[in-house]
């Protein structure tokens, strides 16, 4: 895959070859840090405080993962389908299909509201690197130095949630070389308002997933309450009413899950050769438990069937990821930028320290590699729900300094609304998931292990897993109250099977966390080293690794040529009949009976989908685009197979993030889903 190579860096008044910052229009920009000058430079177009803040505030961040942003004064939310397909499954029941057929309320009263979902605006940001910094002692253990650092980024987010009142989390930026406090309003009244049919919004499935052309109505519409009323908003999103062109400056604000584009070659090679794999093998065996529980019936079919998206989509971005890696072509552009930092380093004569970074860097691998594939987290609902609350029990007789993430005062609401769902839990489905897990636990430690014979108790994995399923009363959300009320003394009198086992599992799973935790503190700290060294070089700026906190990436409309064709930038919804005429037969290929039924009505040449080479990662789905002024011109739903490398290397050669476009959304709203008020709202 070409890249784009400049060279000419001055240092110390030597000319030295370098690649260049950035390429093309790469760049997830922090919002107290935009590329001002850059973008004037390169599009003629520099926004002013008013616009950066207008979009910010106009944005959200599902808890569930995800994007989205406002788009009317009375708390309407827009997002991508599959975003909010975790919801819908959960809304759904045996007689309402909601993943299947859709939904629409005419009504305020008709609007469904989620069970545990929590959207968060960003509503400032500041800096804590030096507060931080100043509280970890750099010549202690990996270990002493996480527990420092985790202590005083409890300390700064309780007393700002003290102070505010808003959702406070401190980000680690650059690898540890900076620290940022972010406050979010949460927003935890949320409904349901519109949904597509999936043969819509997921039209052409896993075949079609992460490839373009496109015709997809990834979209769908929530809306936030306060004090049971539609929530009024100063800022949301206006909507433009015309096509994009090909050229159009666009931006995307939205939150990006983690790249690893600061890793070292030593690290994108255990990415390679070690992690990348493992991941693929675990879904790979996850994909084929729930095709086979979902052959058990309509009913297994319609419960595994968001799970069952979610590791097929994984699945597939991983490929993508892996293919990229196992290209020499990536590790050649890799080792010749790591190359020429080192190089320039020692030629400068620049502290060790910052040399050395590299090789603790690789040295970490080798710790990661042993770690891998060690976990006692048997992931399944039920489990989770039991060992959170067996956590919680211990952490809440801990000054706040010492808990562990997550389990401070200020994520407490948040993982308490988790652990209240009442969202479904199926028994059948339960069983089969801790079924697997124990069986992978019998695989890694050995039936010989004294640990995995104490989790079997003399039983098979599935004997185990319905024993414990079946017994347990943490199906009932007011069991888990009173369990949480009593604290400690409920854990430690508990029968309950699921307690019982968490409880086992408690000191291998406070010992695995703590081993992580300590290598991230040395990968942290070589990072930091790394990102100095890199800014000794290069000069400062640019932009940090994606955290899943908001961002702003820019890029233009823009097709691209593949295998020699000329592949347009946008489609339209007669080439999404057409398309589905090529694929008739295919089940993942007959739009719904609404599309069907409303052809003639729609204007076929309406724009549906479109590409852009705006930098997006996981995380981006569900963010909105806007044009110069701001306005709502499409929603990120998916980049296509060539973006997969993007995790650790940026391209636009053919890399693009491909979007629903506006005008899409509401061609359908209005003409196939009979939604003209609901339409009527937007942008108003």
Excluded at 35 to 45: M, S
Excluded at 169 to 196: C, E, M, N, S
Aim: proline share 3%; aromatic share 8%.
């Amino acid at each position: 895959m070409k890249r784009f190579l400049v060279c000419l860096i001055m240092l110390n008044l030597s000319l030295c070859k370098f690649p260049a910052l950035t390429r093309g229009d790469e760049g997830m920009y922090l919002f107290n840090d935009l590329p001002l000058e850059l973008l004037e430079k390169r599009h003629g177009f520099r926004p002013d405080q008013a616009w950066a803040d207008h979009l910010r505030l106009s944005s959200v961040r599902f808890n569930s993962g995800g994007s989205g942003s406002f788009i009317s004064s009375n708390g309407l939310v827009l997002t991508n389908h599959h975003v909010a397909s975790d919801t819908l499954h959960k809304l759904s029941t045996p007689e309402r299909n909601l993943i299947d057929d859709g939904f629409l309320a005419s009504t305020l009263e008709e609007e469904l509201k989620a069970p545990d979902l929590e959207l968060n605006q960003l509503v400032s940001i500041e800096n804590v690197t030096d507060r931080v910094n100043q509280e970890v002692d750099e010549s202690v253990s990996p270990e002493q130095a996480a527990k420092q650092r985790r202590a005083i980024i409890a300390k700064i987010e309780e007393e700002s949630l003290e102070k505010t009142g808003l959702r406070s989390d401190v980000i680690t930026l650059f690898g540890g070389a900076q620290y940022h406090l972010y406050r979010y309003k949460k927003y935890t009244d949320v409904r349901l308002v519109w949904a597509p049919e999936t043969a819509a919004a997921f039209f052409g499935g896993d075949a079609d997933n992460f490839e373009y052309p496109r015709y997809n109505l990834d979209a769908t519409i929530m809306r936030v309450y306060e004090d049971g009323k539609p929530a009024e908003l100063d800022h949301f999103l206006s909507w433009n009413l015309e096509p994009l062109q090909d050229g159009d400056l666009v931006f995307v604000s939205g939150n990006p899950g983690r790249t690893q584009r600061i890793f070292t070659v030593d690290a994108l090679k255990y990415l390679r050769d070690d992690r990348i794999p493992y991941i693929l093998d675990f879904l790979r065996r996850k994909e084929i438990l729930m095709q086979q529980f979902g052959l058990r019936g309509t009913e297994q079919q319609r419960r595994a069937r968001d799970e069952l998206f979610g590791i097929q989509n994984a699945r597939k971005a991983y490929t993508g990821m892996l293919d990229g890696l196992q290209n020499p072509e990536t590790f050649v552009t890799k080792s010749e930028q790591e190359q020429a930092i080192l190089d320039a380093l020692k030629m400068n004569k620049s502290d060790p320290k910052l040399i050395q970074a590299w090789d603790q860097v690789r040295k970490a691998q080798a710790v990661k590699k042993e770690l891998l594939g060690q976990s006692v987290s048997l992931r399944s609902t039920l489990f989770q729900i039991a060992m959170d609350l067996v956590l919680i029990a211990a952490e809440d007789q801990k000054p706040i300094e010492e808990r562990l993430s997550g389990f401070t005062e200020a994520s407490r609401e948040s993982l308490l609304r988790s652990l209240l769902s009442t969202a479904p839990i199926y028994e059948d489905l339960e069983q089969v998931k801790l079924a697997d897990e124990i069986s992978i636990l019998v695989e890694k430690r050995g039936a010989d292990d004294p640990l995995v014979r104490e989790i079997l108790a003399g039983k098979s994995p599935r004997q185990r897993a319905a024993e414990l399923v079946t017994k347990t009363k943490l199906i009932s959300v007011e069991q888990r109250q009173r369990v949480l009320d009593t604290g400690q003394k409920a854990i430690d009198e508990s029968t309950d099977p699921l307690i019982l086992l968490a409880r086992s599992l408690e000191s291998e799973y406070r010992r695995l966390r703590a081993a992580n935790e300590e290598i991230a503190e040395t990968e942290r700290q070589a990072y930091a080293l790394v990102t100095e060294g890199t800014n000794q070089v290069k000069g400062t700026g640019g932009y940090p690794d994606a955290t899943f906190s908001l961002r702003l990436a820019f890029g233009v409309v823009s097709g691209y040529v593949e295998d020699g064709m000329s592949i347009q930038p946008t489609t339209d919804f007669e080439g999404g009949y057409a398309h589905a005429e090529a694929h008739a037969g295919q089940v993942d290929f007959d739009l719904p009976d609404s599309w069907m039924d409303a052809k003639s009505k729609i204007n076929l040449n309406t724009q549906l989908n479109f590409v852009c080479t705006a930098d997006i990662i996981g995380g981006n789905s569900g963010s909105p685009v806007v044009n110069r002024k701001g306005e709502l011109v499409g929603l990120i739903f998916d980049g296509n197979i060539q973006s997969l490398t993007s995790d650790y290397l940026y391209t636009d050669q053919q890399a693009r993030a491909v979007s629903v476009s506006g005008v899409g959304i509401i061609e359908a709203l209005r003409t196939i889903y009979s939604a003209g008020n609901l339409a009527d709202q937007i942008g108003r």
